[in-house]
């Protein structure tokens, strides 16, 4: 008899999770060709606002090795209508957060807010990536934040083993050298977007 209250409650416990999988609310691809992807799960009091660009590593040449990644942090950085560091403090002051990541054929983009600010973050998201500042302040800032960035993610002993790998394989490039700018990170955009605005309620991934 005891066993049927743990069966409801195992049943509760997996409902959240299969909801989160379950097939997108609306996908429609706008006539700029963004694909819209909304997903939503009523489960947690927060939206997940993403931007997915068709652009990589793999679009780097030899010499360029390190770009994807520097011009990701120039967006989100300072537009024409905001100086550097002003989105990511007017996202923070709605409980807000944000994160990127350049992968090998995608470049991603996250804004994480509370629901009922999603309207204000999805403007932030939306003048960050289209009307990104790109002068050369804000690329030595963004290659600053690259290098530390690199930099960080080992100890210090394999820092000093990684050193020579890196400077070989970023040879002729400024993300071989040694880092200059030593920002604090949360974590010319490409016409190639893929899903452009996901939203849903549980994780900032899909």
């Given at each position: 008899?005891?066993?049927?209250?743990?069966?409801?409650?195992?049943?509760?416990?997996?409902?959240?999770?299969?909801?989160?999988?379950?097939?997108?609310?609306?996908?429609?691809?706008?006539?700029?060709?963004?694909?819209?992807?909304?997903?939503?799960?009523?489960?947690?009091?927060?939206?997940?606002?993403?931007?997915?660009?068709?652009?990589?590593?793999?679009?780097?040449?030899?010499?360029?090795?390190?770009?994807?990644?520097?011009?990701?942090?120039c967006i989100l950085d300072a537009t024409p209508k905001r100086e550097s560091?002003?989105?990511?403090?007017?996202?923070?002051?709605?409980?807000?957060?944000?994160?990127?990541?350049?992968?090998?054929?995608?470049?991603?983009?996250?804004?994480?807010?509370?629901?009922?600010?999603?309207?204000?973050?999805?403007?932030?998201?939306?003048?960050?990536?289209?009307?990104?500042?790109?002068?050369?302040?804000?690329?030595?800032?963004?290659?600053?934040?690259?290098?530390?960035?690199?930099?960080?993610?080992?100890?210090?002993?394999?820092?000093?083993?990684?050193?020579?790998?890196?400077?070989?394989?970023?040879?002729?490039?400024?993300?071989?050298?040694?880092?200059?700018?030593?920002?604090?990170?949360?974590?010319?955009?490409?016409?190639?977007?893929?899903?452009?605005?996901?939203?849903?309620?549980?994780?900032?991934?899909?």
């Amino acid at each position: 008899m005891r066993s049927v209250p743990a069966i409801s409650l195992l049943a509760l416990l997996l409902i959240p999770a299969s909801q989160a999988q379950a097939v997108p609310d609306l996908v429609q691809t706008l006539p700029n060709k963004v694909t819209v992807i909304v997903r939503e799960v009523h489960t947690r009091p927060l939206v997940s606002i993403q931007a997915w660009v068709r652009a990589g590593t793999r679009d780097e040449a030899l010499k360029d090795r390190g770009l994807a990644v520097a011009t990701a942090q120039c967006i989100l950085d300072a537009t024409p209508k905001r100086e550097s560091g002003a989105i990511q403090k007017e996202l923070y002051a709605i409980a807000g957060t944000y994160e990127n990541e350049v992968g090998y054929d995608f470049s991603y983009f996250d804004l994480t807010v509370p629901s009922r600010s999603f309207a204000q973050g999805l403007g932030l998201l939306s003048e960050g990536l289209t009307q990104a500042k790109i002068d050369q302040a804000g690329v030595l800032r963004a290659m600053g934040r690259a290098q530390a960035l690199s930099k960080t993610a080992l100890t210090h002993a394999e820092l000093a083993a990684v050193n020579p790998v890196r400077a070989r394989l970023h040879e002729g490039s400024p993300l071989g050298g040694r880092s200059r700018f030593r920002c604090r990170s949360s974590r010319p955009l490409p016409p190639r977007w893929s899903s452009a605005s996901t939203t849903i309620t549980t994780s900032p991934r899909i």
